[in-house]
Antibody, heavy 120, light 109 residues
Framework: QVQLVESGGGVVQPGRSLRLSCEVS????????MHWVRQAPGKGLEWMAV????????NYADSVKGRFTISRDNSKNTLLLQMDSLRPEDTALYFC?????????????WGQGTLVTVSS | EIVLTQSPGSLSLSPGERATLSCRAS???????LAWYLQRPGQAPRLLIY???NRATGIPDRFSGSGSGTDFTLTISRLEPEDFAVYYC??????????FGGGTKVEIK
């Protein structure tokens, strides 16, 4: 069955870096655009970043542009999120999600999330 | 950026009752590029509706979506125990700046 499994979360100090991974199975990874969506504790959902099926196109929310980098390794069915210059407001549960389109995307499968806490 | 406002913020209903959730956009969502998700506590969101009115695979027909322009509605015809959760709308016309509404919590009365 379709599975997306995030990992890499943890507690990190402000200004430091963290790299999240999302390993997928049960579907042809290369056929899908992939996204990161986050949810601060007790809050709603916030879209963060998208990467096209071939990794050639990417886009980011303004709140993370220049600090976060999305990438993918289609040979390993893995999506990545490099998070630099972390801030306390980046504390959230980070979900990976797939969509059939790069533009105008809705999310038809999600992982369970990995928690990132930015605190000194 | 298109801002989505969901109302009410919370809704207290009994199993078997009908739920009507609203999602209002700050500007027109052309093409009805609007989706709805359900999120149970401690779980990932799950896609219910896309294209404003199309049920996702495996979603029971008690869930229905409607609306156009700036006003959209999710209706649950008869609430089942597993339907008590938080519901989010999401627009995808303003891409790639995808945005979500703030959510409506459906609670057991």
């Amino acid at each position: 069955q379709v599975q997306l499994v995030e990992s890499g979360g943890g507690v990190v100090q402000p200004g430091r870096s963290l790299r999240l991974s999302c390993e997928v199975s049960g579907f042809p990874f290369i056929n899908y655009a992939m996204h990161w969506v986050r949810q601060a504790p007790g809050k709603g959902l916030e879209w963060m970043a998208v990467i096209a099926y071939d990794g050639k196109n990417k886009n980011y929310a303004d709140s993370v542009k220049g600090r976060f980098t999305i990438s993918r390794d289609n040979s390993k069915n893995t999506l990545l999120l490099q998070m630099d210059s972390l801030r306390p407001e980046d504390t959230a549960l980070y979900f990976c999600a797939r969509s059939t389109a790069y533009y105008r995307a809705w999310f038809d499968a999600w992982g369970q999330g990995t928690l990132v806490t930015v605190s000194s | 950026e298109i801002v989505l406002t969901q109302s009410p913020g919370s809704l207290s209903l009994s199993p078997g009752e009908r739920a009507t959730l609203s999602c209002r956009a700050s500007q027109s969502v052309s093409g009805n590029y609007l989706a709805w998700y359900l999120q149970r506590p401690g779980q990932a969101p799950r896609l219910l509706i896309y294209g404003a009115s199309n049920r996702a695979t495996g979603i029971p027909d008690r869930f229905s979506g409607s609306g156009s322009g700036t006003d959209f509605t999710l209706t649950i015809s008869r609430l089942e125990p597993e339907d008590f959760a938080v519901y989010y709308c999401q627009q995808y016309v303003s891409s790639p700046a995808l945005t979500f509404g703030g959510g409506t919590k459906v609670e057991i009365k």
